[in-house]
């Protein structure tokens, strides 16, 4: 009989995770709170060893086939260009793939042969309870299953993590910074290229990233922590507007359209760290585990590697699931920590706290 497992979560950590589970003849289940794929966001990277697993998958020529070739630029408040570049091409960079955020989660949830993966949309766990066989889980609509696994691929704010290993008080850990995201269709970009366009001011950063048919905006800005309700929309609305209101370029319009929009997400630069990544018949995977944040640019990368080492692990026990789970942490937690030692660089380019920062990165892009 098969083994069945639950993977809560259906972006890019579980998307994969639930494709080499399947490949390897679980019986896979996938729950999302939201009404479908989650869509949205801007560009991402495969870099490194993720690009290995994704030959692994059969998916990198699909992946090369939508890659995003750009070239990004850094404007003065008069949306005249101070640099422009392209990270791809710069040494560090190349060989990496940037797509669209909607491509990668669409080529990996087309490479799930179909009906072989039971997708549950607009449900979560409430309630998970180990036993020494299996797993009792509550879901939200009241019905209750049996798992010899479960995994949680839900995110920086994972519900499973909370369930299983506390508060995230506890695992997180903030780095002086604050961020938004929005549609922002009504706004162009006024660059004749198809990439980012990037402004700064000392503790700041905003940019607008051209998506397919739309526009993506993106505010940042430095501040010691906050004390605010991340479920309440209005008061993320009056930070923004406290921390922006009287800022150039784009701007004022971008502000305009966040405060206004009903699709804003605002956050907290943090990073996960844990001392483990499962406790018992449940394991953590991609930023439920380890968020790293987007200024290492490694997110996605990471999550694709990791969901492909666990089931590697899974793959190779001989039914020994703590061994599997205690190799998975002890093989990647290093590579994982060796990737959010590089936030701090990361903010210090793209939010420098000073003029002479800011300075400093421009002249980073210049090469």
């Not at 695992?171 to 706004?187: D, L, N, V």
């Amino acid at each position: 009989m098969k083994k069945q497992v639950l993977i809560s979560g259906a972006s890019i950590a579980g998307l994969t995770l639930a494709y080499w589970l399947n490949r390897h003849g679980y019986k896979v289940t996938v729950i999302e709170i939201s009404k479908g794929l989650r869509k949205g966001g801007s560009p991402i990277d495969v870099r490194g060893k993720a690009l290995d697993a994704a030959k692994e998958m059969g998916i990198l020529e699909k992946i090369k086939a939508r890659e995003f070739v750009h070239t990004d630029a850094m404007v003065n408040a008069q949306n005249e260009p101070l640099v422009t570049f392209s990270l791809n091409a710069q040494a560090e960079y190349r060989g990496d793939i940037e797509i669209h955020r909607d491509d990668l989660v669409d080529i990996l949830y087309g490479n799930i042969p179909a009906n072989t993966v039971e997708f549950l949309f607009e449900n979560r766990i409430e309630e998970l309870i180990q036993q020494k066989d299996q797993v009792t889980v509550t879901f939200k609509n009241g019905k209750r299953s049996n798992f010899d696994f479960v995994f949680g691929a839900d995110g920086t704010h994972s519900a499973v993590r909370k369930l299983v290993f506390g508060n995230e008080a506890a695992y997180s850990r903030f780095f002086g910074a604050y961020f938004a995201i929005a549609e922002a269709s009504g706004i162009k970009t006024g660059r004749p290229h198809s990439g980012a366009v990037m402004y700064q001011e000392p503790g700041k950063l905003a940019a607008l990233y051209p998506f397919k048919k739309t526009v993506n905006a993106l505010l940042v800005f430095r501040s010691p922590k906050l004390n605010y309700d991340y479920r309440d929309m209005a008061q993320h609305r009056q930070i923004l507007k406290d921390h922006f209101q009287n800022s150039s370029w784009k701007i004022p319009r971008i502000l305009d359209t966040m405060l206004h929009s009903d699709n804003l997400y605002f956050d907290e630069v943090c990073q996960i760290h844990m001392p483990a990544w499962s406790k018992g018949r449940v394991a953590l995977v991609g930023d439920a585990a380890h968020t790293a944040s987007f200024p290492t640019g490694m997110g996605t990368s990471l999550a694709m590697q990791g969901a492909t080492i666990l089931a590697q692990e899974l793959q190779a026990s001989n039914g020994d699931y703590q061994s599997a789970f205690s190799n998975y942490y002890a093989s990647y937690k290093p590579f994982v920590e060796s990737i959010q030692a590089r936030i701090i660089r990361g903010l210090d380019w793209s939010v420098p706290e000073t003029q002479q920062g800011i300075e400093a990165a421009i002249n980073r892009f210049k090469g």
